[in-house]
Nanobody
Framework: QVQLVESGGDLVQPGGSLRLSCAAS????????MGWYRQTLGKQRELVAS???????NYADSVKGRFTISRDNAKKTVYLQMNNLKPEDTAVYYC?????????????????WGQGTQVTVSS
């Protein structure tokens, strides 16, 4: 019923930039919080950045000042602009969103994940 499709992952040199996108589609009535997580092999998935419907943002300490999360509510899309990338940013990046479907309760939105996009920072 709902799909989150990420794009923008790539191989980039240290100091470079990438922009990730995640578009939601399906029987969507509303989307509340959206966010980006990342995971490397053998480690737990961690929050990178999140954004509320009104534009309030939250960032992991490791990416503050380098990454910027934004969203286009009309397009049901969230973005992650990543600048000054470091090798330790290498991971699979996942989009996450709290979505209320048509006929669902806005007080109990479902939590949905994208399939992930690989970001590799290496020279």
């Amino acid at each position: 019923q709902v799909q989150l499709v990420e794009s923008g992952g790539d191989l980039v040199q240290p100091g470079g930039s990438l922009r990730l996108s995640c578009a939601a589609s399906g029987s969507i009535f509303s989307i509340s919080a959206m966010g980006w997580y990342r995971q490397t092999l053998g480690k737990q998935r961690e929050l990178v950045a999140s954004i509320t419907t009104g534009g309030g943002t939250n960032y992991a300490d490791s990416v503050k000042g380098r990454f910027t999360i934004s969203r286009d509510n009309a397009k049901k899309t969230v973005y992650l602009q990543m600048n000054n990338l470091k090798p330790e940013d290498t991971a699979v990046y996942y989009c996450n969103a709290y979505i209320t479907l048509y006929g669902g309760s806005p007080y109990q939105p479902g939590n949905y994940w994208g399939q992930g996009t690989q970001v590799t920072v290496s020279s």
